[in-house]
Structures are given as structure tokens and as C-alpha cells.
């Protein structure tokens, strides 16, 4: 199944920007919990729906995608907890955030139109 390159560029941009994020975290604030956790599902999204571009079905296809819609949605968890603990402020909350919404709207209308193609 073929993935837009839409989805597959802006999946990648965030997760470098999460990768900096990280490496901000880690060593200018000492933060090493809370930064771990959303490295891993920041940059989990672009690698799903790598996942998803390989896949052998509709049925994984539509998996793939729904973990990567997820782990969106656990990111801007983790965002928002990273703003309220004070370790990122809110401009830099906004921004990532902006950009995480933005890849979970591009992957719900993904999944709605797998859901009207069944």
C-alpha cells in the first residue's frame, strides 16, 4: 500500500524535530524520564507509517497507520506534561504541538477513508 509523501515528509520533519527536542532535554535540562518517553513516541509516528508504506495488506496497512495515529496522540500528552513540569515553555509546547495535531488530522483522515473503502 502506498503512503502520500505528504504524511511521509512531515512524519520525518517532526521526528527530527523530537530527536532535538531530546537532545535539548537531555542536556541543557537534565530531564531524562519524561524526554525519553517522547522521544520514543514522537518519532515511533514517522517509523509506523514507513511501516505502513511496506505493507502487505489493507488490514496491516490500516494497523499500521492506527499505532502511528496513537502514538500522535500520546505525544502531545507527553508535550503538555513537559510544558506543565516547565522543562519546555509554551511556545515551544505550541509549536511541537501545532505540528503533532497536524499529523494526527493527516492520519485520522487516513484511517475515516480505509474505514469508507471497506
Given amino acids: ?8 515528509d512531515k512524519s520525518l520533519r517532526f521526528a527530527f524535530r523530537i530527536v532535538k527536542l531530546y537532545k535539548y532535554l537531555t542536556e541543557k535540562k537534565k530531564e531524562y524520564v519524561l524526554s525519553k518517553q517522547v522521544l520514543k513516541c514522537g518519532t515511533s509516528i514517522g517509523a509506523n507509517v514507513e ?11 490500516s494497523n499500521k497507520i492506527s499505532i502511528a495515529y496513537k502514538e500522535a496522540r500520546e505525544t502531545l500528552y ?13 511556545k515551544q ?10 499529523l494526527n488530522k493527516i492520519l485520522f483522515s487516513i484511517l475515516k477513508t480505509m474505514r469508507i473503502e471497506k
Avoid: P, R, T, Y
Fill in 1 to 8: 500500500m502506498a503512503v502520500s509523501s505528504v504524511i511521509k
Fill in 93 to 102: 509546547c505550541d509549536s511541537l504541538s501545532k505540528d503533532c495535531e497536524e
Fill in 51 to 61: 511501516e505502513a508504506h511496506g505493507a502487505i495488506s489493507k488490514k496491516d496497512f
Fill in 78 to 90: 507527553w508535550l503538555k506534561l513537559l510544558q506543565k513540569g516547565e522543562f519546555i515553555n509554551q
